[in-house]
């Protein structure tokens, strides 16, 4: 999840404190950013601790050609599900690293998909060694969709860290978030008010869903941060840009998405080949000409700074809006709200009274850094419901991979495979590691925790640069969400939330 900026409103201030303190941290990550690129950045602490574990070969199996993988894939998708998938094959192999498939496979994807599974904290931090795996081309695993969907070339997500316009794009990307610093917070704060509001007059009528209005909140809020283009400034993009973001979105990505219902239709027609371009190349288009149009500081930037071709930044600035952005928080968003309405353990007015304590007389990046538990909140659904659930990276040379129990031999070219939920859950880090606790991510302890906290393609203690793939807004995202809780609780005393809708809200007694 990539979060940028460089439209300017004004409707709440931040405070100079905040403003300068967060600036400090984007020049930071700006300065490493530029300069990381000549050289290596640092092992993780875990896979650079010296082992004495025992050697084992990498158990498991692909299975025979074409079948092997198809079992799989049918088994990942249909019977039995992603995460007991995982599980089942730790059980029968009596280890966290395997050799397994993922999908897609056959028929109709020219794919290898084998992998070597690493499902635990340890191993599964070799996947952010840069010195050990490269990231070209397997954003999706061995599969990557068409480059028609992304205006005929590979966008950064796509480019291992050795390739020079890496570094360009994620520098850009970078830059440009640390713009956005004086706009963040008065962009989200006037823009939350207009959807809460549009909720709440929509309540009286029986429960509201909350997926359309946090999708139209969030395509407003990021278009104007990400590419300084309003889309008030277009009644089509206004009406339809969620809409279109979303089928560009799918289309990309349905082959890999697994689907209980509807089987085995959905194995049949949705997951057995890729789908053209043509499907939503005019939604493509439409968004293409809106930050043509109306992100023209933007782009004129990426051209003069960082001597990026004009369609370049473009087809990049999409690429960060819709897929890291507003895909990211379309599933990070409501994950949050899914675990405010299912607790039981009176964690709304815990929430309340730290955001009523600490806000103050606004809220700020300042004031939500001073909200434990509200950040701890935040942390804690990221750690079971990352939005992005698997990572892949292909090893760079043969290299020894250490899991808790076991060191393997990977060999040069082979992919690995983490499935985040499962990986978050190792016991041997985390305590009670199936239930959501709150307040995991508090104190000293769980300040240490942060370390093996890996949603945004390394750890939440890590810092993005050229010379990693770590998503250059990860603490922006984190700062997001607070303030988006934040807000909440400064409006409502509590908000009733089931089965993906809004059932009621208490506003706030004055």
């Given amino acids: 999840m990539y979060l940028t900026s460089s439209f300017i409103t004004n409707n709440l201030p931040i405070s100079t404190k905040s403003h300068y303190q967060i600036s400090q941290k984007m020049s930071t ?22 082992t004495t574990l025992p050697v084992r070969t990498i158990p498991g199996s692909y299975g025979l050609p074409l079948i092997g993988p198809l079992v799989d894939r049918l088994d990942y998708a249909w019977f039995q599900g992603s995460e007991s998938f995982f599980r089942k094959r730790i059980e029968k192999n009596q280890s966290t690293v395997f050799r397994t498939n993922v999908p897609p496979s056959f028929p109709f994807f020219l794919v290898n998909p084998n992998v070597v599974a690493v499902l635990d904290c340890k191993s599964f931090a070799h996947m952010f060694d840069m010195e050990l795996v490269e990231k070209k081309d397997i954003l999706v695993g061995d599969w990557m969709p068409s480059t028609n969907f992304t205006g005929d070339r590979r966008v950064c997500a796509y480019l291992d860290t050795s390739e020079p316009q890496h570094e360009q794009i994620k520098n850009f990307a970078t830059d440009t978030l640390k713009r956005s610093t004086t706009i963040w917070v008065p962009t989200l704060t006037t823009l939350l008010d207009t959807m809460w509001d549009t909720v709440e007059s929509q309540l009286p009528n029986g429960p509201v869903s909350y997926l359309d209005p946090i999708q139209k909140f969030l395509f407003n809020f990021l278009s104007r941060c990400i590419t300084g283009a309003d889309p008030a400034n277009s009644p089509d993009i206004s009406e339809n840009g969620p809409a279109r973001m979303t089928r560009w979105l799918g289309v990309q990505l349905l082959p890999t998405v697994p689907i209980n219902a509807f089987q085995p239709l959905v194995e049949i027609f949705l997951h057995s080949f890729p ?7 005019n939604d493509y288009n ?19 700074e960082f001597k990026l071709s004009k369609e370049d930044t473009i ?40 955001v009523r304590e600490k806000a103050g007389s606004g809220l700020s990046f300042s004031s939500v850094q001073e909200m434990d538990l509200v950040q701890s909140f935040v942390y804690e ?27 393997f031999n990977v060999k040069k070219g082979e992919l690995l495979c983490g499935y985040q939920p499962l990986v978050m859950k190792d016991s041997k880090v985390f305590d009670d590691p199936e239930t959501f606790v709150a307040d995991r991510f508090t104190k000293e302890k769980g300040k ?14 890590g810092a993005p640069g050229a010379s990693n793939k770590q998503c250059p807004g990860k603490d922006f995202v984190t700062l997001t969400a607070t303030l988006f809780l934040a807000h909440l609780f400064l409006r409502y005393d509590s908000v009733t939330i089931a089965d993906g809708s809004f059932s009621g809200v208490e506003k706030a007694k004055n």
């Fill in 315 to 354: 087809h990049n600035l999409l690429f960060i809006l819709g897929f890291n952005a507003f895909g990211g928080f379309s599933i990070f968003f409501p994950s949050l709200l899914s675990a405010l309405g299912s607790d039981k353990t009176g964690i709304q007015k815990r929430l309340r009274d730290e």
């Fill in 29 to 50: 990550i700006t300065s490493s950013s530029s300069s990381s690129s000549s050289s290596s950045p640092p092992k993780t602490s875990i896979t650079s601790q010296p």
């Fill in 381 to 407: 659904t990221l750690r079971l419901n990352p939005p992005v659930p698997l990572q892949y990276g292909r090893a760079r040379k043969d290299f020894e991979l250490s899991s808790h129990e076991s060191v």
């Fill in 286 to 304: 439409k968004l293409y000409e809106f930050i043509e149009q109306e992100g023209k500081e933007v782009i004129e930037r990426g051209q003069t």
């Fill in 448 to 461: 240490e925790l942060l370390n093996y906290l890996y949603w945004s393609n390394g750890p939440q203690t």
């Fill in 275 to 281: 789908y053209p371009y043509f499907l939503v190349s």
